[in-house]
C-alpha cells in the first residue's frame, strides 16, 4: 500500500488531497480504479472516518482519493453554507484531473465510484446530474440531507438570528487549528490546519434554501448503483431525508437492484466510534462485493 499526498490546481484555489493506493489494485482496461471520497460541513480528510474508508477499500483492492473541498482542511480558498453546486464543481474539477493528469507516481487511472458524507453527498448528487458524463458506476451517499431548505433545530443562536436581521449576517464560528466556539456553537468533525472565520449571510441561506435535490431523478440509473447509508440515531438529518432519495431514485431507475438504502442501528451523524465504522464497513463491503462483478470487477 501506498499513500500520497499532492494538491490539484483550480482556477482560483487548490484542493488538498490524499491517495491510498493497494498494492495490486484492481483495474480496467489498464487504468487502476479510484474511489473519490468527499467531506461534509466544515470537516475534511484528517476525520478517522475518512481513513477508515481508505483502509476499507484498500482491503477491497480499491484505490482511493479523499480531497478537501475548496475552503476547507489544507485546500485554499473560502467555503459558504449554501455552495453545493460550487463543491459540486470541486468534484468535477479532481475527476477531470484525475483522468488525465492521474495519480502522483500512479498514471491511468478511472473513477468508478464515490462516497460522499453528509453535506459532501449533497454536492456529490449534484455533480452526478450536472456532469452526468463524468458521474461514475458506483454513488454513496452517506448521511446525505435531502430537504436543504429545512434547517436543524436549535443550529442558530438567538443572538445569531438577532445579528442576521439587523446586519444581513453573523459569525457561526472559527474553525482550524484552534478551534473555538462562537456564540455557543460546537465544533464537530476533525480539527484543521488553517484558522478561518465562517459566516452565515442571508443570501448563503437562501442559496442553500433554493437548492434542489430533487434533481437525483436525473441521474444516469441506466449505468449508475447508488447505496444510501443512514444511522438510526443520525441527530443532524431527519430519516425521511434518505427515504425521499430513495423514492425519487427508485421511480426513475430502470431496475430494482440500481438503489438500496441502509439504515445502520445505533449510528450517529458523524459515525465517529468503533462500533459504527464497523457497522459501516459491513453494509458498505456487502453492497460492493455485490455490485462490483456487475461491472466486471
Known amino acids: 500500500m501506498s499513500q500520497t499526498e499532492f494538491f490539484v490546481p483550480s482556477r482560483t484555489f487548490q484542493l488538498f488531497a490524499r491517495a491510498i493506493v493497494p498494492n495490486a489494485p484492481r483495474t480496467t482496461n489498464g487504468r487502476i480504479v479510484v474511489f473519490v471520497l468527499s467531506h461534509g460541513l466544515l470537516d475534511n480528510i484528517d476525520a478517522p472516518m475518512f481513513r477508515h474508508i481508505q483502509q476499507t477499500l484498500c482491503t477491497l483492492s480499491i484505490a482511493s482519493v479523499a480531497f478537501d473541498f475548496h475552503g476547507n482542511g489544507r485546500s485554499t480558498g473560502t467555503t459558504s453554507y449554501g455552495n453545493y453546486h460550487d463543491e459540486a464543481d470541486d468534484i468535477a474539477n479532481l475527476v477531470q484531473y484525475l483522468h488525465s493528469v492521474g495519480i502522483p507516481n500512479t498514471k491511468h487511472v478511472y473513477v468508478i465510484g464515490m462516497l460522499a458524507h453528509s453535506k459532501g453527498a449533497s454536492s456529490m448528487m449534484l455533480f452526478a446530474t450536472k456532469y452526468a458524463y463524468l458521474c461514475p458506476s458506483f454513488l454513496v451517499n452517506l448521511s446525505g440531507r435531502f430537504w436543504l431548505a429545512r434547517e436543524i433545530t436549535m443550529r442558530w443562536t ?32 476533525s480539527e484543521q490546519r488553517l484558522v478561518r472565520e465562517y459566516w452565515i449571510s442571508m443570501s448563503d441561506m437562501a442559496e442553500r434554501a433554493g437548492t434542489d435535490m430533487g434533481v437525483v431523478q436525473m441521474l444516469p440509473l441506466h449505468r449508475t448503483f ?32 440500481r438503489v438500496v438504502t441502509r439504515i445502520v442501528p445505533g449510528a450517529k451523524h458523524f459515525w465517529n466510534n ?9 453494509s458498505l463491503v456487502r453492497w460492493l462485493t455485490t455490485v462490483l462483478p456487475k461491472i466486471g470487477l
Do not use: C
Not at 226 to 240: A, E, T
Not at 242 to 247: F, I, L, M, N, Q
Open 158 to 189: 438567538q443572538e445569531n438570528q438577532r445579528q442576521l436581521r439587523e446586519t444581513g449576517k453573523f459569525l457561526w464560528r472559527r474553525y482550524g487549528a484552534k478551534p473555538t466556539k462562537s456564540n455557543g456553537a460546537i465544533i464537530t468533525g
Open 226 to 257: 447508488v447505496l444510501n447509508i443512514m444511522g438510526s440515531k443520525d441527530q443532524i438529518v431527519p430519516d425521511d431525508d434518505v427515504w425521499e432519495y430513495d423514492r425519487l431514485m427508485r421511480m426513475a431507475a430502470p431496475h430494482a437492484d
Open 274 to 282: 468503533q462500533r459504527e465504522l464497523e457497522a459501516l464497513d459491513r
